[in-house]
């Protein structure tokens, strides 16, 4: 690829010049950190927190990101964000990860004692007359808001005003994953780690399965025609799944381990009942053909999940109609920093948020269907694990143990830039110039077309992009 047109006076350093050579300074310099930080999170949608959390008129959450803290609140009409700073003196409202309801007290400010209503109407300023009357118009003193919108059971804020909406930035992808019926889950438990690693060297550990072999060496053990047939070997395609010195009850067994393992490994991606519903698919009237054998098997579980959870009292998603008109990926990324393990019913979230050039906060949550009326209390505040705990599930424990090795791996004397499959890294090379886009400056409208192709990119393969 020949060197992008640029759309601002200021250079992006180490940009992405040839797609498939990731330049590793993009990792750890401190110049392209902050360059992120200006034109890249003060302008993209961000996972702020679930709507389960604020519940009632008046609960209100705290969202921070480099510096930058948002009082996500539900008001009588609706969720409104407010920038979390005093009009006075500039002393955060709240505190920073906390939560509350502001329905009798408002916010008031710890320094001298001024308040807010839940809707950011200033109410009470201590000592009036001691200000200039010129200060302390409504206008002036109200608390000046964030962009929010809700999708997928999130809110999500953004410091740009001017920013196209969450439809139009994540388009398509959006519309598949809420037709899965995201917005009615809830989270089980949410989990959430330091990482010695730059964010993005977080985010990529998940767009590619082709680490599987490797790094969660059970799950090969399981099936190894499964991962082989999509990363071993050139032939691909289903019928390779199958192992041909197994029996049909062999395969269809392998299959449903790689299902507990997951479930196991996973917690929210594969749920515990939804194997329990799949071990009920007899393999015994599937088809002797190999390729018919696994389409009929996993449509036949889809289905058995579906109507035994709706039998629950589940408001579950008809999967094997959304695998005709809306099939997704293993994993969907809505950029830049939040992304979805859809398997299921239920699934697994992951937020990753940059803490400095070699750091970030990974929170997992774990997200489910109840029967309505059966809804667990939600969540509020995670549960703060060293990375390397043995309380994490085994398969991101496993990927964990990865992202800061190669963190420190980056660091060597001649390894200047990361080498890209173009078959399956493809998505890390597309992530990685669609930043590049924002810290040029691109046009708003190609940077969303852009982010559009990486939904369904999941061990995909490179585009190209005109900025
Ligand atoms: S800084 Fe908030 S009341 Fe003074
Ligand atoms: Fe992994």
């Known amino acids: 690829m020949s060197t992008s047109p640029m759309y601002s006076d200021s250079t992006v350093p180490f940009r992405v010049t040839d797609p498939q050579k990731i330049p590793v300074k993009r990792y750890y310099d401190q110049g392209f950190y902050d360059l992120e930080t200006d034109k890249l999170w003060s302008r993209t949608w961000q996972m702020a927190c679930r709507v ?81 009357e010129s200060l302390l118009g409504e206008d002036e003193l109200k608390l000046p808001e964030c962009r929010v919108e809700e999708a997928l059971g999130c809110v999500f804020v953004n ?104 479930s196991e490994g996973m917690a929210g991606m594969v749920h515990a009942k939804e194997v329990e519903l799949a071990r009920m698919v007899p393999a015994d009237v599937l088809p002797d053909d190999p390729q018919q054998m696994l389409m009929h098997w996993f449509g036949a579980v889809q289905h058995t999940i579906v109507e035994g959870l709706k039998a629950r009292g589940e408001n579950v998603p008809d999967l094997n109609a959304l695998a005709v008109s809306d099939p997704v990926h293993a994993v969907e990324f809505l950029f830049p920093h939040y992304f979805l393990l859809p398997f299921f019913t239920s699934t697994s979230a992951y937020r990753i948020r940059p803490t400095g050039p070699e750091s970030c906060t990974f929170e997992i949550w774990s997200l489910t269907h109840f029967p309505k009326g059966e809804e667990p209390d939600p969540v509020m505040e995670p549960t703060v694990l060293p990375y390397d705990s043995d309380q994490f599930p085994p398969i991101p424990r496993q990927d964990y143990s990865n992202i800061p090795v190669q963190q420190k791996g980056l660091h060597a004397k001649g390894f200047e830039f990361m080498r890209l499959s173009k078959e399956k890294e493809g998505m890390i090379s597309n992530y990685n110039r669609i930043i590049d886009g924002y810290l040029a400056d691109a046009p708003r409208e190609k940077l969303a077309s852009a982010t559009h192709t990486l939904g369904g990119n999941f061990d995909g393969q490179f585009f190209l992009y005109d900025f």
Request: hydrophobic content about 35%.
């Open 52 to 132: 389960e959390q604020i519940q009632n008129v008046g609960d209100w959450i705290e969202y921070s990101i480099l510096g930058k803290s948002v009082i996500v609140t539900r008001t009588k009409d609706g969720i409104r964000g407010f920038h979390n700073a005093c009009r006075h003196r500039g002393v955060q409202l709240v505190p920073g990860g906390g939560h509350g309801n502001c329905k009798t007290q408002g916010f008031i400010c710890p320094f001298h004692g001024w308040r807010w209503n839940g809707e950011g109407k200033n109410t009470f300023v201590y000592g009036r007359h001691l200000f200039d």
């Open 159 to 262: 410091f740009d005003d001017d920013a196209l909406s969450l439809r139009e930035t994540w388009g398509p992808v959006l519309d598949a994953l809420e037709k899965r019926l995201h917005a009615d889950q809830r989270a089980e438990w949410w989990f959430s780690t330091e990482i010695p690693a730059n964010w993005k060297i977080a985010m990529e550990a998940f767009m590619e399965g082709y680490h599987v072999m490797r790094t969660h060496p059970q799950l090969q053990r399981a099936v190894p025609s499964l991962y082989n047939s999509m990363y071993g070997h050139d032939t691909g395609g289903i019928g390779d799944q199958v192992n041909p010195h197994w029996t049909k009850a062999e395969n269809i067994a392998a299959q449903v381990k790689n299902l507990e393992l997951l």
